[in-house]
Nanobody, 122 residues
């Protein structure tokens, strides 16, 4: 499975961005998907995850109520809608895929995409 993330950019505090992560290759394996971020000098952290069926979603406490994860399996794409962005959301955002949903919540994934950079100015 190959993952390609896009949609990052520079935005002012309070603004919005939508990230996309498109999967290609062996995408028929019912993979759960997640978004993660890594700020300079910090460890990679879990942001949000969604099961293959989209029946379950989970979020880090720091983004609850502001970020929404969704997926379109027909397009093999997962999205992260980010609203009310804060400077502390600045990071490289990565998408990951795994068949084990709980592992995503501890930032462990079998497949990773390259990151897309999000910068939120104050």
């Amino acid at each position: 499975v190959q993952l390609q993330a896009s949609g990052g950019g520079l935005v002012q505090a309070g603004g919005s961005l939508r990230l996309s992560c498109r999967a290609s290759g062996r995408t028929s394996g019912f993979y759960h998907m997640g978004w993660f971020r890594q700020a300079p000098g910090k460890e990679r952290e879990f942001v949000a995850a969604i099961t293959w069926s989209a029946g379950t979603t989970d979020y880090a406490d720091s983004v609850k109520g502001r970020f929404t994860i969704s997926r379109d399996n027909a397009r093999n794409t997962v999205y992260l809608q980010m609203n009310s962005l804060k400077p502390e959301d600045t990071a490289v955002y990565l998408c990951g895929a795994d068949r084990n949903y709980p592992s995503l919540q501890i930032a462990v994934a079998g497949y990773w995409g390259q990151g897309t950079e999000v910068t939120v100015s104050s």
